[in-house]
């Protein structure tokens, strides 16, 4: 996806913002690109009094430089999260994840009123797990049993990294990059992997896009989830 597409659905994406309220900052190169949106939007006043949870410390120390208000998560959630992903369908279910902040953006997503995706329109796909395995973070320890566990949905899971130097979230844990197989049940297979104890989350947001900012060369389209 180029910068010129990244940035186009970035801005498009400010008109769900209103001043006073509180964001979620998703991660990865597209929010980088909405932060940087939403930074003008603030230093030239057309947004004002807004302050924003972020999803990864690499999205915190960004919105720090861009003099971006940040707070902790707040109990009764945020306005709006905006976040990109690594597919998206036509019901703006999605998979995303490969940033490695799945659990901190699962979080910042169910706890959004509402939640919008930005990113390239070749993100959309005819099916999750077409073109990008599903990311799931695991607990550390019994990580061989959880792998198994994975493998017995019929899932194939490769540890992200190798064993030897494995990819590390901000919460300590591996991940798992999983293949999802062309006839997956995917509301069942999500809620047999938050049934799985080693689980700490798994990059599969069904249901919970409310819009999304898709740009092609020259254009951005805006998708609603009933649409």
Not at 136 to 143: P, R, Y
Not at 209 to 220: I, M, P, R, T, W
Request: aromatic letters at 2%; charged letters at 25%; proline letters at 5%.
């Amino acid at each position: 996806m180029s910068g010129a597409r990244k940035r186009a659905a970035a801005d498009a994406a400010l008109a769900e913002l209103r001043s006073g309220q509180r964001l979620g900052l998703g991660t990865g190169s597209t929010a980088a690109a909405f932060l940087e949106a939403l930074a003008e939007a603030l230093a030239s006043g057309r947004l004002e009094d807004l302050a924003g949870v972020p999803t990864s410390r690499a999205t915190e120390v960004r919105a720090r430089e861009l003099g971006i208000p940040l707070i902790d998560l707040p109990a009764d959630g945020v306005d709006v999260a905006v976040d990109g992903m690594d597919e998206v369908d036509g019901a703006l279910n999605a998979v995303k994840g490969l940033g490695g902040a799945l659990l901190r953006e699962k979080v910042v997503a169910e706890a959004a009123t509402r939640f919008v995706l930005i990113g390239d329109d070749g993100k959309t796909v005819g099916r999750l797990g077409e073109r990008a395995p599903l990311p799931v973070e695991v607990l550390a320890f019994g990580v061989a049993r959880t792998e198994a566990r994975l493998r017995a949905l019929g899932l194939t899971p490769t540890l992200r990294g190798g064993a030897t130097e494995p990819f590390l979230s901000d919460n300590g844990n591996p991940i798992l990059d999983a293949v999802l197989p062309e006839d997956a049940d995917l509301p069942a297979l999500a809620a047999a992997l938050d049934a799985i104890p080693g689980v700490m989350a798994h990059g599969l947001f069904l249901g919970m896009a409310d819009v999304a900012y898709l740009a092609s060369d020259g254009d951005v389209v805006r998708r609603e989830a009933d649409a």
